[in-house]
């Protein structure tokens, strides 16, 4: 190629465009949409996200599982994006359920109650059916993620919220590991907050089925070269609206045959 072609206008800054996310998330300051200034495909924002992954990497975090996004139409409304997505979890997004989520390290912190995977198997996409998906799967469990966006007002579109890795922050698992027998669609969920009924939902509420979504994912990351790994985690997506987390609420999950999970905030 001739010296003389300008690259700058040429080329998609990934790095540049991750390294904002990434201060974003180092400052608790957010900022407006890299789609503002930017005119990003969707599989440019995979490959924002996958440099914004790669520097947690480098901090010594491990991928430990992928995430669901916008797979629930009360999810998708809320937010205002008509897709679902996909992210990954990382070692230091796993809280310990007993300890209180300390808000000075978030921005706008929500929590959305989601329905957990834990894989025995790989799943590599495309390809993959609820079927293989269950086949694959050693147990499910009850989640609750807290999402934090790193957008000014949670307010994104699908490729910045790809970018920005599906805005994750921290989830934490329900103690009962159960196996995948009989139909997760009809798995029931009610979401408190400081003993106060917000939402309902049933597992069917993320793409039908969990397993679905889960599959979902399988394909749509096996498209772009990316297996989901035995002993990963895989969050299905929220089944419900997000809820803000304020100092010292109490958000909780109740599932059917999945028991309960918590979480506190200071
Ligand atoms: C985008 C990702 C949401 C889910 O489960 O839908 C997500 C967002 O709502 O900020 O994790
Ligand atoms: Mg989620």
Known sequence: MSGNVPKATTTLDVRGLAARLITAEDTRTDVLPLSRDVDLAVDDAY???????????????????????????????DMGVDNPLYGFVTSGMLHDATAPVDLSTLIHPRVEPEIVFV?????????????????????????????????????FTLEDAVSDNASSALFVLGN???????????????????????????????????????????????????ALKPGW????GGLT???????????????????GVSVRAR
């Open 119 to 155: 894989l025995k198997e790989e799943l590599a996409g495309p390809g993959i059916t609820p079927g293989d998906v269950l086949d694959a799967t050693a147990s499910v469990c009850a989640g609750l993620e807290i999402i934090d966006s790193r957008y000014q007002a949670f307010k």
């Open 233 to 236: 985690l895989v969050l299905s």
């Open 47 to 77: 490959l924002v996200q996958r440099e914004v992954l790669r520097a947690k990497e480098e901090r010594g975090e491990r991928i430990i599982g992928g995430k669901l996004g916008l797979t629930s139409r009360a999810k998708q409304i």
């Open 176 to 226: 009962e590991f159960v196996e995948p027998s009989g139909d997760l669609s009809l798995l029931g969920c009610l979401l408190q907050v400081n003993g106060k009924q917000v939402a309902t939902a049933a597992g069917a509420a993320v793409c039908g089925d969990p397993a679905q979504a889960v599959a979902w994912m399988a394909n749509a990351a096996g498209r772009r070269g990316t």
């Open 241 to 259: 609206a997000a809820v803000p987390l304020r100092s010292g609420d109490c958000v909780s999950a109740d599932f059917s045959r999945l028991g």
